[in-house]
């Protein structure tokens, strides 16, 4: 038979694993909620529109503010490949400071950056760059559900990103 110190030290050892489950799980929805809060903070700006794309994610949306319009004559498809250059941040950190929010992909201020093709964005960042033209720029926010498998801009679960954006060259699909 066990003894009492035995059933004590394993009710003790059984305590802190649940409760440590507890804090994770307390951990991962107060990042939820204020993401969502950081996100839906842009809702009032009469600078960002709300931009959907029929298909993806019901009713799911980004903001996004255009800067600069670029060439309306060219569309962005998603068969396309853009050199897409970029800058990443957390928006809660955007939203404390832009100034000192801390960048998670640096690359608007380079020369020259690899293309992409557009299928392989993140879902948020797909929607914009199939809204924008070559030459574009633009503020973009994408909520945490857009944001979900971004090899590119790694980050924990349930973060929203501000991206600012500008397109460079698109290339189209040969048709061979």
Same mark, same amino acid.
């Given at each position: @038979? @066990?003894?009492?110190?035995?059933? #004590?030290?394993?009710?003790?050892?059984?305590?802190?694993?649940?409760?440590?489950?507890?804090?994770?799980?307390?951990?991962?929805?107060?990042?939820?909620?204020?993401?969502?809060?950081?996100?839906?903070?842009?809702?009032?700006?009469?600078?960002?529109?709300?931009?959907?794309?029929?298909? #993806?994610?019901?009713?799911?949306?980004?903001? @996004?503010?255009?800067?600069?319009?670029?060439?309306?004559?060219?569309?962005?498809?998603?068969?396309?490949?853009?050199?897409?250059?970029?800058?990443?941040?957390?928006?809660?950190? &955007?939203?404390?400071?832009?100034?000192?929010?801390?960048?998670?992909?640096?690359?608007?201020?380079?020369?020259?950056?690899?293309?992409?093709?557009?299928?392989?964005?993140?879902?948020?960042?797909?929607?914009?760059?199939?809204?924008?033209?070559?030459?574009?720029?633009?503020?973009?926010?994408?909520? &945490?559900?857009?944001?979900?498998?971004?090899?590119?801009?790694?980050?924990?679960?349930?973060?929203?990103?501000?991206?600012?954006?500008?397109?460079?060259?698109?290339?189209?699909?040969?048709?061979?």
């Amino acid at each position: @038979m @066990m003894n009492s110190k035995t059933i #004590i030290a394993l009710g003790l050892i059984a305590l802190g694993v649940f409760s440590s489950c507890n804090e994770t799980v307390d951990v991962a929805q107060e990042r939820r909620a204020t993401n969502e809060k950081a996100f839906h903070a842009f809702a009032d700006s009469t600078d960002f529109q709300r931009i959907t794309q029929p298909g #993806i994610a019901g009713n799911g949306f980004i903001y @996004m503010k255009v800067t600069k319009k670029g060439d309306e004559q060219v569309g962005i498809d998603y068969t396309d490949a853009v050199t897409l250059f970029r800058d990443a941040y957390l928006t809660s950190d &955007w939203i404390k400071s832009n100034l000192n929010a801390q960048h998670l992909r640096q690359t608007l201020d380079l020369n020259s950056i690899q293309q992409e093709t557009v299928a392989s964005l993140p879902t948020g960042l797909r929607i914009a760059v199939e809204h924008l033209h070559p030459g574009a720029e633009a503020s973009v926010v994408v909520p &945490w559900y857009f944001n979900v498998n971004n090899a590119t801009e790694p980050t924990q679960s349930y973060t929203s990103l501000y991206y600012r954006i500008r397109i460079g060259s698109v290339i189209k699909p040969s048709a061979n």
